[in-house]
């Protein structure tokens, strides 16, 4: 009988315990957020089916959105050829994924050899992280 | 006058001089590869147009297609908040990014506790990687 966390013995997870996790918005492609996650990360995200990523500068788990709740519900999750990598299709709600207020973090570009912000916030990040 | 390299003093290279670099197709939105560049790899890539890596396996600069000629040009590059990971929109030349022959490394699915093969392989390596 297969145990059930052979599939977390497959990842490869680098020195420091993790790999990197993508993710995806279901509905619209964009790429949402590059974080990181750890086996336990990764374990609870499927268990419970919500994603949690391993906080570096805080050094804990980090169930995402869980100040904000702008959680992400996980509909798929994919690892890549090297297995070094995951990919989570999510459902992100509050349409928000990033802590400034916008749909995705990766909302600078690249133009004529500056960074410069492409999309816009959705909501006040103020209105999002009230104390 | 601006410094032409501002931009890439910008990102925040890890300590190895390295961030992740996730190629996301233009036309299909599927992710197709989650690589590595340093700040040389970063700079070939905006200026030749097309997708450049560092391979933390060979150590060297990797231009992607160089030897099966799916080489992936670049239609915009994003960075994200943290500035620690980059997002290349793409053509994917051949529409197979992996070596497996298959248009995405993300073709693993978990599926009931086991990893999945869930994308068909579209031309057999055999044929790609001549010898």
């Known amino acids: 009988m297969a145990n059930v966390t052979d599939w977390l013995d497959k990842v490869k997870w680098a020195e420091n315990g993790l790999v990197p996790a993508i993710a995806q918005d279901a509905a619209s492609g964009r790429v949402l957020t590059l974080a990181w996650v750890n086996r336990e990360a990764l374990?609870?995200?499927?268990?419970?089916?919500?994603?949690?990523?391993?906080?570096?500068?805080?050094s804990k788990i980090?169930?995402?959105?869980?100040?904000?709740?702008?959680?992400?519900?996980?509909?798929?999750?994919?690892?890549?050829c090297d297995e070094d990598a995951v990919l989570l299709e999510v459902e992100q709600r509050g349409g928000i994924a990033c802590h400034t207020g916008r749909e995705s973090c990766f909302f600078q570009r690249l133009e004529d050899g500056?960074?410069?912000?492409?999309?816009?916030?959705?909501?006040?990040?103020?209105?999002?992280?009230?104390?």
Do not use: F, M, N
Request: proline residues 4%; without cysteine; charged residues 35%.
């Open 62 to 80: 980090w169930h995402k959105g869980e100040e904000s709740g702008h959680v992400q519900k996980v509909k798929s999750v994919r690892i890549d």
């Open 114 to 131: 500056r960074w410069v912000s492409a999309d816009p916030v959705l909501k006040d990040p103020r209105e999002i992280y009230r104390s």
């Open 43 to 58: 374990a609870r995200t499927v268990e419970t089916g919500e994603a949690h990523y391993w906080s570096r500068s805080r």
